[in-house]
C-alpha cells in the first residue's frame, strides 16, 4: 500500500514536469585510451530525482563533472537549463545549480557558520537560512565549531548544508551519504524529499540502492561508462520476474516454495498444519536486477 | 561580465578569518620584518641593501604568501567551491589578491620604518611599490595554481625568491655579460633602478624607462595568470 501510494505521489509529481532540466545527447569522455563514458543519452524533467547507480569507476562522478562545467566531454551534447554546460558559468545559472562532489572542500580553520556565511554571500542568499539548512543537516548545535574538529560524515553534512543553502533549482549530489551513519543519512533523505517537494530536481549518484529506492523516480544503471538501464525503481525490480515466497515456520524453520501450483499446495499444507510465522514474497532489489544485467556487484 | 564588490568582499573576509589562525602565514609574514630590524641595527639607512627589506616584503608577502593561499585553496578542494559558485575569475583573483597585498603593503611600511630607509619622492615611489605588489601577487597566484600543496610552493617558488628577491645580489658575482643584461631587465632590479634614481633627485622622465618595463612584467604576469586560471577551472 505503501509503495502504491508512493508511486501516485510520483505519478503526480511526473505530470506537473513541465520541459527537461538536463538533457544528455551522444556523450563521451575518454581519458587518453580510456573510455569513461560511451554513448550515453538520458533526459532528466524538472521535479524528478534521478539516480545513477554503478560501481566505482563506471563513469558516475564523471557524468556529474560534465554536466557541472568541471570536465569537457570528448564527444556529444550536454544541456542544462536548455543551454550547453559551457555556459553555465554566468552567475545567473549557477545560483539555480547546487553540487556536492566526493572532493567539495571545506575551510578548515573556518566554523561551520563561516564556511557557509562565505557561501550565503557568494550566493546572494541572507545569513538567517544558515540555520535552517543546520537544522535540516542536522548540524545547528555544532555550528561554532571549527570543520578541522568535526568527524567525515559531520564534513559531508556541512557540504550538503553548502550545496542547499541557495534552495537551488537542480541538485548535483555525488555520493552524498556515503560517509553517514543511518540516523543521519535517515535525517538527510527526509531534508533531500522536503527540498524535491519544494520543486528541486535532483541528480545523484549512490552505491546504496536502499537509498536509490526511497528518494528516486528513476534510475540508470551505469556499467563501464554505458548506461543499460533507465527507468523507474518498480520497472526496474519488474524486469526480473519474482519466482519465490519465503514461509518462516514455527521452530524457526524456513521454507521457500516456487509460486506455481506445487508451491500453493505446500503453502496451503503449512497452512492447515498451523505452522506459518510469516509469508514473503522474494522481491529483487536494484542490486539484484544490476547484477544480473551486468554480471558485476555494486 | 558582472563585478560583484560583494562576491570580493566575502572572500576577503573569509581570508581574513582564516589568516587569524594561520600559523604558517603568520609566521612568513614575519621574515622581511626581522630582517628589516637587523638592518636597521646595523645602521645600513640608504646604504647598498637598503631596498632589500622592501624587495624581500614584496617577494615573501606578496608572491609567497599568495602562493600558500592559492595553493592551499587547492589542496583543500576549496577552490573548487569557488569556482562552481556565481563568483567570476575577476572576482576570485581581486578577492584572493586583496588580503595579501594589503598584508604586504603593512610589512613594507613596517619595514621601512625598522630598516630606517629614507622614502625618496614619496608619490612615485608609491606607484612603483604597487606596481611591483601587482607583479609579485601575479607571480604567487601562477605558483600557486602551479603546485599542488602548501609545501610545495617553497619548492616551486624557491628560484623565484633568488631571482626577483636576491638577484641583485648577485651581480658582483657574475661575469657572463648575458647574464648580467638579464639581471638588469628583472623587475627587482627595475625598483632598485627607481629608489636609487628618486633617491638621486631623478623626476618621472629620469625613471620613466624603469617605469615602462615594470609595468610590461606587470602586464605579462597578469595575463599569464588568467591563462593559467582559466585552463585550472576545469580538470
Known amino acids: 500500500m505503501h509503495l502504491n501510494l508512493n508511486q501516485e505521489v510520483r505519478k503526480g509529481k511526473r505530470s506537473k514536469c513541465n520541459g527537461n532540466v538536463i538533457e544528455v545527447k551522444e556523450l563521451a569522455k575518454l581519458f587518453g585510451n580510456k573510455t569513461a563514458l560511451k554513448n550515453v543519452n538520458f533526459e532528466v524533467q524538472k521535479g524528478e530525482t534521478i539516480g545513477f547507480l554503478g560501481p566505482s569507476g563506471s563513469g558516475k562522478t564523471t557524468t556529474i563533472k560534465i554536466l557541472t562545467a568541471q570536465l569537457q566531454a570528448t564527444a556529444g551534447e550536454a544541456k542544462v537549463f536548455g543551454q550547453p554546460v559551457q555556459k553555465l558559468k554566468d552567475p545567473s545559472y549557477m545560483k539555480r545549480i547546487g553540487i556536492l562532489t566526493d572532493n567539495s572542500g571545506l575551510y578548515e580553520r573556518l566554523s561551520i557558520y563561516d564556511n557557509l556565511a562565505l557561501y550565503c554571500d557568494l550566493y546572494g542568499v541572507e545569513k538567517e537560512r544558515i540555520d535552517e539548512v543546520l537544522e535540516s543537516v542536522n548540524l545547528i548545535r555544532d555550528k561554532k565549531k571549527a570543520v578541522q574538529k568535526l568527524s567525515k560524515g559531520m564534513k559531508q553534512r556541512v557540504t550538503l548544508g553548502r550545496a542547499i543553502l541557495h534552495k537551488p533549482d537542480l541538485l548535483f549530489l555525488d555520493e552524498p551519504t556515503s560517509a553517514l551513519d543511518p540516523v543521519n543519512m535517515k535525517h538527510i533523505h527526509a531534508g533531500l524529499k522536503q527540498l524535491n517537494t519544494q520543486g528541486t530536481t535532483i541528480f545523484l549518484t549512490t552505491h546504496d540502492m536502499q537509498e536509490a529506492e526511497d528518494l528516486c523516480d528513476r534510475v540508470a544503471f551505469l556499467n563501464n561508462g554505458e548506461i543499460v538501464m533507465f527507468d523507474t525503481p518498480q520497472n526496474v525490480r519488474a524486469q526480473q520476474e519474482n519466482t519465490s515466497i519465503s514461509l518462516l515456520l514455527k521452530g524457526n524453520r524456513t521454507v521457500t516454495v516456487d509460486k506455481d501450483e506445487d508451491g500453493a499446495k505446500e503453502i496451503y499444507q503449512h497452512m492447515k498444519d498451523g505452522q506459518i510465522l510469516t509469508i514473503h514474497s522474494n522481491e529483487p532489489t536494484l542490486g539484484d536486477v544490476f547484477v544480473e544485467l551486468t554480471g558485476r556487484n555494486l | ?235
Open chain 2, 1 to 235: 561580465m558582472q563585478f560583484s564588490l560583494k562576491r570580493v568582499n566575502a572572500i576577503f573576509i573569509k581570508d581574513w578569518k582564516d589568516l587569524q589562525r594561520n600559523s604558517y602565514v603568520i609566521f612568513t609574514l614575519a621574515i622581511p620584518l626581522l630582517f628589516a630590524a637587523l638592518l636597521g641595527r646595523m645602521g645600513e639607512g640608504n646604504g647598498v641593501f637598503s631596498t632589500l627589506p622592501i624587495n624581500l616584503s614584496l617577494v615573501i608577502a606578496g608572491a609567497f604568501i599568495q602562493a600558500a593561499m592559492v595553493a592551499e585553496e587547492k589542496e583543500k578542494n576549496t577552490l573548487r567551491g569557488l569556482l562552481l559558485s556565481p563568483a567570476n575569475t575577476v572576482e576570485i583573483f581581486v578577492g584572493k589578491s586583496a588580503l595579501s597585498a594589503i598584508m604586504t603593503v603593512l610589512v613594507i611600511i613596517e619595514s621601512i620604518f625598522l630598516s630606517e630607509f629614507k622614502v625618496p619622492s614619496p608619490l612615485l615611489f608609491i606607484i612603483s611599490v604597487l606596481l611591483g605588489l601587482v607583479f609579485y601577487i601575479a607571480v604567487g597566484t601562477i605558483l600557486g595554481l602551479l603546485s599542488r600543496t602548501v609545501m610545495e610552493t617553497s619548492i616551486i617558488g624557491m628560484p623565484v625568491l633568488v631571482v626577483f628577491g636576491m638577484g641583485s645580489m648577485f651581480k658582483t658575482m657574475l661575469e657572463n655579460e648575458f647574464l648580467l643584461k638579464v639581471i638588469t631587465y628583472l623587475p627587482n632590479e627595475q625598483l632598485d633602478m627607481i629608489w636609487a634614481g628618486l633617491a638621486n633627485g631623478e623626476n618621472l622622465s629620469g625613471i620613466f624607462e624603469n617605469i615602462l618595463i615594470l609595468l610590461v612584467w606587470v602586464v605579462l604576469s597578469v595575463i599569464a595568470t588568467i591563462i593559467i586560471y582559466k585552463r585550472r577551472r576545469i580538470d
